[in-house]
């Protein structure tokens, strides 16, 4: 059991330390145009307080952080060229997790928006 457990949280180490070098990768000039977006979009959703689908969501709250992130993560290492990658994940190795109250001043406006929308629509 404790190798289990060991296995788990060195997966979740490597898991935000990618994260944290997609968010690099997304404002390095060297990425690739497409693999930024990708990078910036994973990067963002998972770094995001806000989930697509939230956690109180039985098993579908979780499901998203289980799949979408690792998912998106395994699309853009494709993207990206594997000695960038290599750099970024140092780098994020040094660095901390960002924090930005303009990201999440969208993240709520979007969110708002889409009620708004939902809620316009279910009154038709």
Sequence with gaps: MAAFSEMIGSWARALKRDVLALWIAARDPRTPLTAKLVA???????????????????????????LIVPLGIMLALRLIPSPLMQEFREAALRRSRPRSAIAAAAVIGIWILGATLLGMAWLR
């Design 40 to 66: 910036g979009a994973v990067a963002a959703y998972a770094l995001s307080p806000i989930d697509l689908i939230p956690d109180v969501i039985p098993l579908l709250g979780q499901l998203d952080d289980l």
